[in-house]
């Protein structure tokens, strides 16, 4: 009788003649050994073989306190008792209604109605939606604001909207014929931005853009005060500013939201990713009460946001989101995270002085390490990221810039850890082409 195959050698094989994975080169992909997450616990993840990694990037930046926190564990156990899901149109939850209260009374000031989607794709293209209706839906003069301002380098996510509004050649320039046609500013530039505005007066219906730091675009960190004055230039031209916390959000900068650090309230807010501690997939779209009024009228007007999701609100990521928010405030999450802030601009000061190294963008828990060597062909982002598997943490570069991003729960030996790890793995990587460079 022929013994059954290794189970993890049968995962790789079926992996490579079925998986189609994202922002994945598949040909490349098929010639290495992939490491396949089999368990999480705490900041840790384990694979098929029993090896455990820090999660040095909060599984792609949504975990926030851990895996297999018993707290977010139980709330979703909870709710299986109860309901797995139920639609959010024509009908409504315990689950979605309170979560809604606690984001709105986290939220920014002015920041009322709470519309559920699934991914910070859909938060954002729900935000461009609803800032173009609700202008047209105005009337008269308010009719031409029909376009937006976004930023050099801007990510928003990947459905066609979001797109639009991306300013990532590599990621957005194959679907440029799809697309709408958007105005494009120099991120911390206010005056710029004050150019296009006067060049399109009155025809600007918002401005979209990620506060403080651009993620996707390796960490780009803006200027203090550029926030304030985009949201002053909005103020000035009437139009409505859309802040795009898909990654900055819960906790990420230092406090709850990064608008809070320059005491910005933008006219709509959109939180995904950690909105359920790394869970499962949520998002929202936050509005002022203007903008919801601008949607009511009798049926027969048709002021309705036609806009709507199968699992928007799903009872289980809204119990998941619950139990975040408690976890936030039962273990004094963002008191506890100020010190580790502080510490991992200290670590990294010695990443800094690496020759190997040319640039450390950081703010609060978002950290970008722009390593020197740029050339294509090298990936020297992806050696990195290999290097730092076999010391034991998961890293994921953009391009050559290498992305920490930890769990906010991450104990300080662990950040410790990752940061050697990462600087060994640096080394190593470059040292693996210093022969080919020499010939």
């Not at 120099?186 to 853009?209: C, S, T, W």
Request: hydrophobic share 40%; aromatic share 6%; net charge negative.
């Amino acid at each position: 009788m022929i013994p059954p195959p290794d189970a993890h050698v049968q995962l790789v094989s079926d992996d490579r003649s079925c998986v189609w994975h994202p922002f994945t080169q598949q040909q490349a992909w098929a010639g290495e050994e992939p490491v396949i997450i089999e368990r999480g616990e705490g900041t840790d993840l384990f694979d098929t073989t029993g090896k455990r990694y820090i999660d040095g990037v909060s599984s792609l930046w949504c975990n926030v306190h851990g895996h297999a926190h018993p707290r977010i564990d139980a709330a979703v156990r909870g709710q299986l008792d109860k309901v797995a899901h139920s639609t959010m149109l024509g009908l409504t939850h315990p689950s979605a209604i309170r979560l809604a209260r606690r984001l709105v009374d986290l939220a920014p000031e002015g920041l009322t109605r709470c519309f559920y989607s699934d991914s910070g794709s859909t938060a954002t293209e729900i935000a461009l939606k609803m800032a173009f209706q609700f202008w047209h839906q105005r009337g008269g003069e308010d009719a031409r604001r029909t376009r937006f301002i976004s930023l050099r380098d801007a990510y928003h996510g990947d459905t066609i909207g979001s797109v639009s509004v991306g300013g990532i050649e590599l990621f957005h320039s194959t679907y440029r014929p799809l697309l709408f046609e958007t105005l494009t500013a120099e991120p911390g530039d206010p005056k710029n931005m004050q150019r296009l505005f006067e060049a399109h007066y009155g025809e600007v219906a918002a401005v979209i853009m990620e506060p403080l730091v651009q993620g996707a675009a390796g960490m780009l960190v803006h200027p203090p005060g550029y926030l304030r004055a985009v949201r002053e230039l909005c103020d000035r031209h009437g139009a409505l500013l859309i802040c795009d916390e898909v990654a900055t959000g819960f906790g990420r900068t230092g406090k709850m939201f990064a608008c809070e650090h320059e005491g910005v309230a933008p006219d709509l807010l959109c939180v995904a990713k950690g909105v359920t501690g790394g869970y499962l997939p949520l998002a929202a779209t936050l509005a002022t009460e203007e903008i919801y009024e601008g949607f009511l009228g009798d049926h027969a007007e048709f002021r309705t946001f036609f806009h709507g999701h199968t699992y928007t609100g799903n009872p289980l990521a809204c119990a998941a989101g619950l139990a975040t928010l408690d976890v936030f405030e039962e273990e004094r999450t963002l008191e506890r995270l100020q010190p580790k802030i502080e510490l991992l601009g200290e670590l990294l000061e010695q990443v800094t002085a690496m020759p190997e190294v040319a640039e450390v963008r950081r703010r609060g828990f978002m950290t970008g390490i722009q390593l020197t060597d740029h050339r294509v062909e090298l990936r020297m982002g992806h050696r990195v990221a290999i290097e730092a598997r076999r010391r034991g943490a998961i890293v994921r570069p953009l391009g050559d810039t290498v992305i920490l991003m930890p769990p906010l729960a991450i104990s300080v030996s662990e950040l410790r850890r990752l940061v050697k790890i990462t600087s060994e793995a640096i080394r190593a990587a470059v040292a693996t082409v210093r022969p080919a460079v020499a010939a």
